[in-house]
C-alpha cells in the first residue's frame, strides 16, 4: 500500500482496537526472533461471508507491517469430520469474494491512516495463504500419528486436489513439516499449511509473515523491472555528439536520482 508505513501514527490515526503484534515466546527461542518494529494488528466487526456451508467469523483483522505491507486475515470456525477441510480448501482457491472483500477493506484502511503512509496507493500484487488450524481431534493423536494416518487427505488438501494423489505427491506435499513437541504438528506447503496443537498461534504469526515477505519480494521484483525499462529509456532516448553518447535531459535526473534512492532504501530493508 506504500514505500512505508509509519506504525505510531497510523495507530494514533485508528479508532478500532488495535494491538501491536508480539510473537507469544511460550518456548525458548533466540532473543533476535521477534518482530523490529512489532506490525500494527487492527480488528475489526464484519458481518460474517458465506462460502458455500461455510461462514467467516465476525471480526476481520488487518495487520500493517512498516515496509508498507498490509495482510488481511478471515476466521472460519468449523467442526466434523477431516473430509470438510478439503471442501473448504477448494472453496478458498483464488476466492473473489475474499479478494474483492480484502481489497475494499485496505482501500478504507488506506484512507484512514492518511498521511502515516509514504507514497501510497494499493498494488495489484496479492498473495493468498490458507491456514488449517485442527486444535484437537477424536480419537486424539499424537502429531507424527496424525500425519502418518491421514497423510493421502492432508496432502490433497494443501494441494487443493480432489482426485487420489500419487504416494511421491503426498511424500512431496508433507516433506516440510517440523514439530516441537510430541502433540503438535506443522505441515507447510506451497498454497496452504496445517497446524496442528493446542498452542500454534507464534507458528500462524511466522506463516503470516513468510507470505507477507514473499508478497514484498514479488512486488520488488515488479518494481525494479520497471526502473530498469525507465532508466535504459531514459538513456537512449537522446544520443548526442559525433560518437552518439546517452545524454540525460534536466527531466530525466531526478527521476534516475529518486530510483538511486528508493534502490539504496529498498536495500537497507
Avoid at 46 to 71: C, H, I, K, M, Q
Avoid at 91 to 106: F, G, K, M, Q, T
Amino acid at each position: 500500500v506504500g514505500l512505508a508505513i509509519r506504525l505510531d501514527e497510523a495507530e494514533r490515526r485508528i479508532t478500532a482496537m488495535t494491538q501491536r503484534l508480539r510473537l507469544g515466546r511460550t518456548r525458548r527461542g533466540p532473543r533476535y526472533f521477534e518482530y523490529r518494529p512489532a506490525p500494527l494488528r487492527v480488528t475489526f466487526e464484519a458481518d460474517p461471508l458465506a462460502f458455500g456451508e461455510f461462514r467467516s467469523g465476525t471480526s476481520v483483522d488487518v495487520v500493517l507491517y512498516d515496509f508498507g505491507a498490509v495482510s488481511v486475515t478471515y476466521h472460519l470456525p468449523l467442526e466434523g469430520p477431516f473430509s470438510r477441510l478439503l471442501d473448504l480448501s477448494e472453496i478458498l482457491y483464488d476466492n473473489a469474494l475474499l479478494l474483492a472483500d480484502s481489497r475494499s477493506r485496505v482501500e478504507h484502511l488506506l484512507a484512514t491512516i492518511g498521511e502515516a503512509v509514504e507514497r501510497p496507493g494499493v498494488s495489484d500484487s496479492v498473495e493468498d495463504y490458507v491456514i488449517f488450524q485442527v486444535e484437537e481431534c477424536a480419537p486424539a493423536l499424537a502429531g507424527d500419528e496424525l500425519c502418518a494416518a491421514h497423510a493421502r487427505a492432508i496432502a490433497q488438501i494443501l494441494r487443493c486436489e480432489r482426485l487420489p494423489l500419487s504416494g511421491q505427491e503426498v511424500q512431496d506435499a508433507l516433506s516440510c513439516r517440523i514439530s516441537f513437541g510430541m502433540d503438535d504438528a506443522t505441515v507447510i506447503d506451497w498454497n496452504a499449511g496445517l497446524l496442528y496443537g493446542h498452542d500454534t498461534d507464534d507458528e500462524r504469526a511466522v506463516l503470516e509473515f513468510a507470505n507477507v515477505e514473499l508478497l514484498e519480494m514479488r512486488h520488488l521484483d515488479q518494481q525494479l523491472s520497471d526502473a530498469l525499462d525507465q532508466a535504459y529509456e531514459a538513456l537512449t532516448r537522446r544520443m548526442e555528439g559525433r560518437f552518439r553518447w546517452p545524454v540525460l535531459s534536466d527531466a530525466d535526473k531526478p527521476r534516475i536520482a529518486q530510483l538511486q534512492v528508493d534502490s539504496a532504501i529498498l536495500f537497507e530493508r
